[in-house]
């Protein structure tokens, strides 16, 4: 996907389509979203003879069900990983309802891995990579966070010894948000 040429972006929305399911296809239901271009959908009512008009919505980037996750990656993930080497920080955020393809984007499977494990990968082979070509001993210090936000409740993804217990967002005045365990 192309990136806009008015300049960089710091948050970027980007809509992707799932597949209908298996359950979906078994009902017979039909498709309602459509992807129109690299960044419109289409909402259409499927009744038949349907008076409702066809809705429009304009994101940054639209995928349609067909798009591979190393293409997703590769225009999400990686830019990213590219600010983060420049010492930026770096955030991805992913919202839907249940069954909408949140985990899939994310982080994928064994055999069709997501953005964060595809990051995690070229995030250490660019380490590896960097510290055999430089000798400047420069250092590298990642820090990476994993949060599910799920019924207004926090969940560290990363330590289940949080099951359960509540965690909080709180706001430092010079470090900024942070979620508190």
Known sequence: MA?????????????RCRP??????GMACQTIVFVEDSSTIMIKDPAPFSQ??????????????????????KDLGEPILEKA?????????????TGAGKSHSIT????LPGIVPRMNDDLFKRINEYKKNNTQGRQFLVLVSYLELYNENIHDLMNPNNEGKQLKIREHPKLGVYVEN
Not at 3 to 10: H, I, K, R, S, Y
Not at 85 to 97: E, L, V
Not at 108 to 111: A, W
């Open 108 to 111: 994928g499977t064994p055999d």
């Open 85 to 97: 080497f420049s010492g930026y920080n770096g955030t991805i955020f992913a919202y839907g309802q």
């Open 20 to 25: 209908p399911n298996k359950t979906e296809i």
């Open 52 to 73: 409702l008009p066809e809705q429009r919505f304009s994101f940054d980037v639209c995928y349609p069900p067909t798009v591979t996750q190393e293409q997703v990656y």
């Open 3 to 15: 990136e806009p040429t008015t300049g960089e972006l710091n948050v970027k929305v980007a809509v």
